[in-house]
Structure formats: C-alpha cells, structure tokens
C-alpha cells in the first residue's frame, strides 16, 4: 500500500471511528487523492470554498487518522483544483486524471455505448457534424471521465491544439469577474481561441440570464469557426428550462448523447476492473455481490471497491460475500426518515456555530439572522409546514418567516456557498435517520 489513491482510502475508513458515513460522503466524494511525498499526503478539492470548509473542520481528523496509519507524525495539504487554470494543465493533478480518465480505461456497456460511441467519434474527428456533442445522465455515470478521455486522445494526435477544459461553474464565475472587471474582450480571447472547448457540467449556466448573452457569444465564435466543442450536463437541454431558447437550440444541433445507470452484466464488468486496477482479486461471488446491490451509479461501485481494499488491507483477510455485504450496507442511506422541525434547527445551528436556542431566539447579529432563515426555509422544504406552523416554532410572526423563506430562496441560486451549505446540512439531517 503506497499510492496516495490508497492511503487515502484506508484514511477514510479510519475517519469512520469520528464521523458519520454521510459526513463522510458529503465532504469526501469529490476529493482525489494526488500524491503522497515524504511525511505529506497531498488532497485536491474541487473549489476554493470547499478545500475551506474541509480544511476547518476535518483537517485535524484527517491528520489524526494518517498519524495512526503510518505510527508516526504525518500531514495533509488541500488544493483547489479550480485554482488550476488551463494553462495549467502541465501540473501532476491534470495529468493524473489524464492518465486515469482514458477510453482504455472506460468499460462500455449498453447503458453508455452511444455516448462512448459519440465521444470516441469527436476524439478521432471522424466527423464535424456531432457538434456541439452533449452528454448528459445523473451522477457518477462517467460524463466527467468520457470528456477527459476526448481531451487525451485529442492531445495525443494534436499534441499543437489548445484545448480548454473548464467546469461549468469555473466557467460562469470567471466571466462574471470578467464583465464586473470590464474585461469581457480578454475572455473572449481567451476562449475564441481554443480548437477544442469541452465544458463540464454545463448545466449550471441555466437561469443565469445576466451572463447568458456573453456565454452564447462565445460558444458561437467557436461553433462558427467549426471547433469542436462537448458539453456535459446533469439533464438535457430540453430540461433546461431556464435557458434563454436560442441557447438550447444552439446545445441540441449537434448530438445529444445520454447515459444511463449501468446494467448488471456492465456493474459487474466494472467492479472487475477497479478491483484489478486496485489490485484486489475479488471471487466472482463478491462480484456479484456488489453488482447485483449497488445499482446507483459506477462512482459507487468504485467506492465499493475501494473501501473492500481499504479493509483487506487492514484486517488482512480475504473479501467474502458477507464483508462486502457489511460494506456496502454502510454506504447506503436510508429514506424512510422523516426528521422534526427540532432536527433540522439542531443541524442548522450546528453548522453556523450556533445553538438551537439562538435560533429560535431574538438575537439579531447578521450570522444567526442568516442561519435563522436558512433554518426556516428548510422546514419548509422539508416538512412543508405552513408560514403560521414555522412561525409558532421560532417565535416569529408569519410575514417574517414568508420573507425568511423568499429571501433564502432568491439567494441559493446566486451564492455557490449558500447552496453547498444548504446542500450540507440537508444531508447531515437525512444522516440522523442511520
Ligand atoms: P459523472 O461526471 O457522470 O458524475 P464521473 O465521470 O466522474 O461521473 O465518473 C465517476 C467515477 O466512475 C469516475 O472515477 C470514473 O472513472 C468512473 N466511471 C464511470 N463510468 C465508468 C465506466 N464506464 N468505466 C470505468 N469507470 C467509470
Ligand atoms: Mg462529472
């Protein structure tokens, strides 16, 4: 056990001992090991704002667990991979998700055939016509990994290309601080002038009228000048319904290829595969185990896989049905919990460094205002209660509970950090039915 890929899994099996598996998921999922050096285990996160978050509340278990792993003084370092530009694109973490996001590695079956299909055709230009080529289909289905391996290929026979990868996300907060700077026209430069544009979880841009004029203009420049461009998006284009028209139309000339959740005989393929990458044999009865059971997506598979090595290496004992069963147990969450208005102020407040006291009390500083609101627009979600119901319980009368509720609403779709938060807590509540 040395590659960073498996301190970091054996990690999270030790974070296990302190945190909850949904805490764990929530924070962890999108977090890739990089590189391990010396006394260093080196973490990339996908935003500024979450390598914050998780460096604040879990560096110290982090360390702890990793001190414990290696009997020994070790630390942690976070990057934020949107800190790494396109010109970046030389740095280890690009060229590690390079290496592991290729077609090679990509197992088809029925459920992704055609979007494979599609993206093997755009990497190998046999045709202009799948342009722009849109994937779509839930998490976790390989949109991410089908646009990398474009991007490999493309590099590979055009090793002169200027190929921009962007996150949706990193895309809309970039030309936002470019029209509130004034320099629209660098930014279109910068863009007008890739040969392959491959854009991440597109979908983020819908209902973001301010920017959508300068985001069509760009993908126009590049569409008339025949470069390739690929999106991937959570939803197709036709569900997009925030979308300025003539930006959806633009989206659905090309291809519009989807992803489904894989089927059992593909499942099983993959967790085959992971497994030998990870150099874990497994017997075909684990196998099938955890393909007949984890019928989510092919990230949990994987994590399935993962956490089967993490605990192998561990206890030293070989993966059986019944192990893997535990395992995977764990890492499903149950529904069927329906929390009270008590849980969810209790999480609130505990996520804003506050307690449920504060919230229901009359204290007016701006952070407990905000966490009192958040807190109310939750209850609504979540439980549907009615203005004057919230209102008995926060000692609040029902107009300012309305105005709670209108003005968290009207600001998740403008605050990346209000909507991550709200996302957070959400989970850690459905987490207290486990
Ligand atoms: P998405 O972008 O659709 O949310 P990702 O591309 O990030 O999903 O995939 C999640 C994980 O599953 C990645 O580690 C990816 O390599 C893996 N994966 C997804 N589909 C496949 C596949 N068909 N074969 C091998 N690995 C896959
Ligand atoms: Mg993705």
């Given at each position: 056990?040395?590659?960073?890929?498996?301190?970091?899994?054996?990690?999270?099996?030790?974070?296990?001992?302190?945190?909850?598996?949904?805490?764990?998921?929530?924070?962890?999922?999108?977090?890739?090991?990089?590189?391990?050096?010396?006394?260093?285990?080196?973490?990339?996160?996908?935003?500024?704002?979450?390598?914050?978050?998780?460096?604040?509340?879990?560096?110290?278990?982090?360390?702890?667990?990793?001190?414990?792993?290696?009997?020994?003084?070790?630390?942690?370092?976070?990057?934020?991979?949107?800190?790494?530009?396109?010109?970046?694109?030389?740095?280890?973490?690009?060229?590690?998700?390079?290496?592991?996001?290729?077609?090679?590695?990509?197992?088809?079956?029925?459920?992704?055939?055609?979007?494979?299909?599609?993206?093997?055709?755009?990497?190998?230009?046999?045709?202009?016509?799948?342009?722009?080529?849109?994937?779509?289909?839930?998490?976790?289905?390989?949109?991410?990994?089908?646009?990398?391996?474009?991007?490999?290929?493309?590099?590979?026979?055009?090793?002169?290309?200027?190929?921009?990868?962007?996150?949706?996300?990193?895309?809309?907060?970039?030309?936002?601080?470019?029209?509130?700077?004034?320099?629209?026209?660098?930014?279109?430069?910068?863009?007008?002038?890739?040969?392959?544009?491959?854009?991440?979880?597109?979908?983020?841009?819908?209902?973001?009228?301010?920017?959508?004029?300068?985001?069509?203009?760009?993908?126009?420049?590049?569409?008339?000048?025949q470069k390739q461009i690929?999106?991937?998006?959570?939803?197709?284009?036709?569900?997009?319904?925030?979308?300025?028209?003539?930006?959806?139309?633009?989206?659905?000339?090309?291809?519009?290829?989807?992803?489904?959740?894989?089927?059992?005989?593909?499942?099983?393929?993959?967790?085959?595969?992971?497994?030998?990458?990870?150099?874990?044999?497994?017997?075909?009865?684990?196998?099938?185990?955890?393909?007949?059971?984890?019928?989510?997506?092919?990230?949990?598979?994987?994590?399935?896989?993962?956490?089967?090595?993490?605990?192998?290496?561990?206890?030293?004992?070989?993966?059986?049905?019944?192990?893997?069963?535990?395992?995977?147990?764990?890492?499903?969450?149950?529904?069927?919990?329906?929390?009270?208005?008590?849980?969810?102020?209790?999480?609130?407040?505990?996520?804003?460094?506050?307690?449920?006291?504060?919230?229901?009390?009359?204290?007016?500083?701006?952070?407990?205002?905000?966490?009192?609101?958040?807190?109310?627009?939750?209850?609504?979600?979540?439980?549907?209660?009615?203005?004057?119901?919230?209102?008995s319980i926060f000692n609040?009368?029902?107009?300012?509970?309305?105005?709670?509720?209108?003005?968290?609403?009207?600001?998740?779709?403008?605050?990346?950090?209000?909507?991550?938060?709200?996302?957070?807590?959400?989970?850690?509540?459905?987490?207290?039915?486990?």
């Open positions: 056990m040395n590659s960073a890929e498996d301190v970091w899994a054996v990690v999270l099996e030790l974070l296990k001992k302190d945190l909850t598996t949904v805490t764990i998921n929530t924070f962890f999922d999108e977090v890739k090991a990089v590189s391990i050096t010396g006394t260093q285990l080196t973490l990339m996160v996908p935003t500024e704002f979450k390598k914050n978050l998780i460096e604040s509340r879990f560096k110290g278990y982090i360390v702890k667990a990793l001190s414990e792993l290696f009997s020994g003084e070790f630390d942690v370092q976070f990057i934020a991979a949107e800190n790494f530009t396109p010109e970046a694109e030389t740095s280890s973490v690009e060229q590690d998700l390079d290496e592991l996001y290729t077609f090679k590695n990509f197992i088809v079956g029925s459920s992704n055939r055609f979007a494979h299909a599609a993206a093997v055709a755009v990497a190998e230009e046999q045709t202009r016509n799948y342009n722009p080529l849109f994937i779509y289909g839930d998490s976790g289905l390989g949109k991410t990994h089908l646009l990398y391996a474009i991007r490999h290929e493309v590099k590979r026979r055009h090793p002169d290309y200027k190929i921009i990868l962007v996150r949706g996300n990193d895309f809309l907060s970039e030309l936002i601080t470019a029209i509130n700077t004034g320099r629209n026209l660098e930014f279109h430069e910068k863009y007008r002038s890739a040969d392959l544009f491959l854009v991440d979880d597109i979908q983020v841009i819908a209902g973001k009228h301010s920017t959508e004029e300068e985001v069509f203009n760009t993908f126009n420049t590049l569409y008339e000048a690929v999106f991937t998006s959570d939803r197709p284009p036709a569900e997009m319904k925030t979308l300025a028209v003539r930006l959806r139309t633009r989206f659905e000339m090309g291809l519009i290829a989807d992803i489904q959740p894989p089927d059992f005989e593909t499942r099983s393929a993959i967790v085959q595969n992971k497994s030998l990458q990870l150099g874990l044999p497994l017997s075909d009865a684990v196998v099938y185990y955890i393909a007949e059971h984890m019928t989510a997506n092919v990230r949990q598979l994987e994590g399935a896989v993962k956490k089967l090595k993490a605990h192998r290496d561990m206890e030293k004992t070989e993966i059986t049905p019944a192990i893997a069963a535990r395992v995977i147990k764990d890492m499903t969450i149950s529904t069927e919990y329906e929390p009270t208005p008590d849980d969810i102020i209790e999480e609130t407040a505990k996520c804003y460094g506050f307690t449920s006291e504060e919230l229901k009390g009359k204290k007016r500083d701006t952070g407990v205002v905000l966490a009192r609101q958040v807190a109310m627009y939750l209850v609504r979600q979540i439980l549907n209660l009615s203005a004057p119901e919230i209102g609040k009368d029902h107009t300012t509970v309305l105005h709670s509720i209108n003005k968290i609403a009207s600001e998740i779709p403008k605050s990346q950090e209000l909507s991550i938060t709200i996302k957070d807590i959400t989970t850690n509540i459905n987490s207290r039915g486990n």
